[in-house]
C-alpha cells in the first residue's frame, strides 16, 4: 500500500517553543553599541550574566541615555514611530472583530475598527495601544 504524506503540515516532533523576545544588551544607535548596564563599550564590559537577567535602567527605544542626549535630532525621529523598548519598527494591527465591525456596520464601523487598532512591534512583539 502507497502511503502518500503532506510534508508542508508540521508534525510534533517538529514544533519548536516560540521564543522570548529579544531584549537590548548593547545600545542600538549605529556606532555606539555601549553595554546598557554598566555604560561601558561592549569591548570593557565587565557585566555579569546575573546583572544582565534584569532590565536595563534609563533605557528608551534601545538607546542609552548618552546616546539620547549627544544626538537629539535622530533621537527625535525615533519618537512615535518605533518600540521604546527595543527601537524596532511598529505596525499597526486590526483585530478580526474590528474588520467585522468595520465591514456589517459600515459607517460607524469604521470608527469602531479604528477604535480596535493594536500597535505591536516587528523586533519583540510588544504591544500598545
Known amino acids: 500500500m ?10 510534533p516532533h ?3 517553543p516560540p521564543l522570548p523576545p529579544p531584549k537590548p544588551v548593547k545600545c542600538v544607535r549605529k556606532g555606539c553599541g555601549k553595554c546598557l548596564y ?3 563599550i561592549a569591548a570593557m ?6 546583572d544582565k537577567v534584569k532590565e536595563p ?3 528608551m527605544y534601545g ?6 542626549e549627544k544626538y ?7 519618537v512615535g514611530n518605533n518600540c521604546t523598548y527595543c527601537g524596532g519598527a511598529i505596525e499597526d494591527n486590526y483585530p478580526p472583530a474590528g474588520i467585522a465591525a468595520g465591514v456589517l456596520l459600515f459607517p460607524i464601523g469604521i470608527i469602531i475598527c479604528c477604535m480596535l487598532k ?10 500598545s495601544a
Open 14 to 16: 517538529t514544533k519548536m
Open 38 to 40: 554598566c555604560m561601558k
Open 57 to 59: 535602567t534609563d533605557v
Open 63 to 68: 538607546w542609552c541615555h548618552k546616546c539620547r
Open 118 to 127: 493594536e500597535r505591536q512591534c516587528v523586533k519583540c512583539n510588544r504591544s
Open 72 to 78: 537629539a535630532e535622530e533621537y527625535k525621529n525615533l
Open 2 to 11: 502507497l502511503v502518500i504524506r503532506n510534508y508542508l503540515t508540521p508534525t
Open 45 to 50: 564590559c565587565e557585566c555579569t550574566d546575573e
